[in-house]
């Protein structure tokens, strides 16, 4: 059995392709068969089966495409890890508790995905268990690298007939304190309630961002933590925030020089925000400046960046597009 509060006795990692939920989209990852622009089998390993259950896919490792296995198959707990494909180092994604190695690949139940498996288009798993918990995609935010775990799909790092090397150890150790961390945060047994994509809510795409009044006390602690910060550096400020200029604040200088400053906040520690088609639009000017402001209703943080500093900091993704009528002559 496993123990995120206290060390465990059967524990193993498996590293596969990144995915934001793991619940049957995109999977991003350095693995031939993604590459090929194949779906990867991982896509799944965080869905909720009509059993109750969840199946984990681990890519084949070695020249015999081995899955892992123990001839005490019972009770492992698996750290999930993948690497985020704009980011260096690897994330521990989820885990798996009390899970039973498989020792070979079998096909998904059936009625995980309607309409997506059939007998010549099936997804595999190798790796069974009742009990999963999902890191939430914004709260990956540790990544950390180690040879060992860069050079395999697997490795057993507890349990029987297992022989530790001080590689093991080390990754043992850092896996086993991240499990602790993470249990309090880790959404258990996720399904689209408990762990919800907001990001694609067709109905409210900006509901991962809060209740409409929490954004709106997000917004304006969010003005007034950046003008405090600007008066500090001598600068005065008026809102334009109402003029759907592009900006929220236009910053002047005792010197003269005039910042057209766009505000954006959260109350987290992990920088988020959405920006308008004018917003994103009025970058390109040479006054331009984001203050972004992180805990804004707790301790905030205010940075300040320019249009380069802002692209080598953030990247930008469309969230909803807009569709109309084509007019033709």
């Keep these: 059995m496993s123990a995120p509060n ?43 089966q009509d059993d109750g259950g969840y199946y984990c896919y681990t890519p084949p490792q070695g020249r015999d495409g081995s899955t892992p296995w123990n001839d005490d198959p019972n009770g492992w707990t698996v750290a999930c890890l993948a690497k985020h494909p704009k980011q260096k180092g690897i994330h521990l994604v989820g885990w798996y508790e009390d899970a039973v190695l498989e020792g070979r690949y079998a096909v998904r139940p059936d009625g995980f995905d309607p309409g997506v498996s059939s007998p010549v288009d099936e ?9 999963a918990y999902l890191i939430p995609p914004e709260v990956r935010t540790e990544p950390f690298s180690h040879t060992s775990i860069r050079q395999g799909k697997y490795s057993f790092l507890a349990g029987p007939g297992v022989q530790l090397t001080e590689n093991k150890v080390e990754v043992r150790d850092l896996l086993e304190d991240r499990l602790r961390r993470f249990a309090r945060i880790a959404v258990r047994n996720p399904d689209t309630t408990s762990a919800p994509d907001r990001d694609n809510d067709p109905v409210d795409p900006l509901g991962g961002f809060g209740t409409p009044e929490h954004r709106k006390a997000v917004e304006e602690a969010a003005v007034t933590a950046v003008k405090r910060e600007l008066a500090k550096s001598g600068y005065d400020c008026v809102s334009r925030e109402s003029d759907n200029v592009g900006y929220d604040l236009e910053a002047t200088h005792k010197d003269g020089t005039i910042l057209h400053v766009e505000v954006k906040g959260t109350a987290g520690a992990e920088p988020r925000f ?39 900091a953030f990247d930008m993704a469309p969230m909803v597009w807009k569709g109309t009528r084509k007019v033709t002559s």
Excluded: C
Excluded at 8 to 17: A, P, R, S, Y
Excluded at 19 to 42: A, K, L, T, V, W
């Design 123 to 131: 997804f595999y798993y190798s790796i069974r268990a009742r009990t």
């Design 6 to 48: 206290g060390s465990t006795n059967k524990l193993l990692w498996v590293k596969f392709g990144w995915s934001d939920y793991y619940r049957g989209g995109p999977i991003d990852g350095n693995f031939p068969f993604i590459q090929d622009g194949e779906q990867g089998h991982e896509a799944w390993n965080f869905l909720r």
């Design 274 to 312: 959405f920006m308008t088609r004018n917003e994103h639009d009025y970058r390109e000017a040479s006054e331009w400046r984001l203050a972004m402001v992180v805990d804004t209703l707790g301790t905030p943080g205010v940075t300040l960046y320019d249009l380069r500093e802002f692209e080598r």
